[in-house]
């Protein structure tokens, strides 16, 4: 796969920038970068039927077991593109 150009002039303004750090700081500067990026990963959405939604938040129906339809939801508003619905 190839690397666009700006990815690398990114890199490297990256590596100028924590290469003077001790390799425990820079590391874990790297793994913060690493978590904020994982959250945004679009197939993180759990199914319908779930009560919780890593991208959408807490189930907020009143009885979420027969009324997964609730207006305020943000998993089961009928609007909520969770799992698949409108975006
Ligand atoms: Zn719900
Ligand atoms: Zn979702």
């Keep these: 796969m190839a690397v ?3 990815i690398i002039v990114a890199k490297n303004g990256i590596l100028a920038a924590i290469g003077n750090l001790p390799i425990d700081a820079a590391a874990d ?16 959405c759990t ?17 979420p077991q027969v009324a997964l339809q609730d ?8 609007d909520s593109a969770h799992a698949g619905g409108p975006e």
């Design 4 to 6: 666009p150009p700006e």
């Design 47 to 63: 199914g319908v039927t779930a009560v919780w939604c890593p991208v959408h938040g807490d189930c907020a129906c009143p009885y």
């Design 29 to 44: 500067l790297l793994q913060d970068l690493l978590g904020e990026l994982r959250p945004a990963d679009p197939a993180a």
């Design 71 to 78: 207006p305020d939801c943000p998993l089961h508003a009928p």
